[in-house]
């Protein structure tokens, strides 16, 4: 197998690509990264000293590529699937790319201060840390509905890159600090983003190992257990 993928099955930057894998319907094997097991990232910290999950391990071409965006980019270029997921149009592109940033800094990021706050004691908490992540969250539930609106994917009229990081950021931010009740272009995105087969296949995966995440007490009975299995 060419493509090793060092992941964890519950982190979300992981999903992004792992999304992006199942679209591209590239064959990769998973090495499993365990926080708790120092061995487990040995091999990751090797490749990419800060220690962050996913890394692409290129076997066959002896590259090996971090960070979510960039191995997604990689993976279209030389891995890619039937349709592109950064699209050849320069200024589709460019908003392919606005919009994947955008899900990384602005959703995925004050989501995770919510949930590696729940995982300190007590006393290590920031709570003013928190009141900002979610400020931010609703920045950008209200910028996410305007620029939903009339469309089915977050930066074109077919699924890219965007929506690879979209799904994640928003099933667990969605959980965190919960969509406003009048968002129903957002709310109706995200169900769309759910039912997409690589999104779905991602979640099964994931669904294993829903108890370790902090906020499993908050999570609704549809993502626990999908209608239908
Ligand atoms: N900018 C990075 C962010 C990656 C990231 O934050 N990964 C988390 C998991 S979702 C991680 O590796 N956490 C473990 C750690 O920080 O030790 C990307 O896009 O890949």
Not at 33 to 38: A, D, T, Y
Not at 77 to 91: K, Q, S
Not at 147 to 161: I, K, M, N, P, V
Request: aromatic content about 10%; charged content about 25%.
């Amino acid at each position: 197998m060419d493509l090793l993928l060092y992941y964890h099955p519950l982190a979300s930057f992981c999903h992004k690509v792992l999304i992006a894998l199942y679209e591209q319907g590239n064959e990769f094997r998973g090495e499993l990264v365990e926080p708790g097991n120092p061995a487990s990232r040995e091999p990751l910290l090797d490749i990419w000293p800060v220690g962050k999950m996913p890394v692409l391990h290129d076997v066959g071409r002896g590259v090996a590529v971090p960070e979510s965006s960039i191995i997604i980019e990689y993976l279209d270029r030389h891995h890619p699937g039937d349709a592109a997921l950064v699209p050849a149009d320069p200024d589709i592109a460019r908003e392919t790319r606005l919009w994947d940033r955008f899900f990384d800094l602005y959703v995925q990021q004050p989501m995770q201060k919510f949930v590696l706050d729940r995982l300190r004691g007590e006393h290590e908490r920031d709570p003013r840390g928190v009141a900002e992540a979610a400020a931010t969250l609703d920045t950008a539930y209200d910028m996410l509905e305007a620029q939903l609106e009339g469309r089915a994917w977050a930066a074109c009229d077919r699924f890219t890159l965007a929506d690879c990081a979209a799904a994640p950021a928003l099933f667990y931010a969605g959980i965190v600090r919960p969509f406003p009740p009048g968002h129903h272009n957002l709310a109706r995105y995200f169900e769309r983003l759910m039912a997409r087969s690589s999104v779905r296949h991602t979640y099964d995966e994931a669904r294993p190992y829903f108890h370790l995440f902090p906020y499993r007490d908050a999570m609704p009975e549809h993502l626990l257990a999908p209608e239908g299995r």
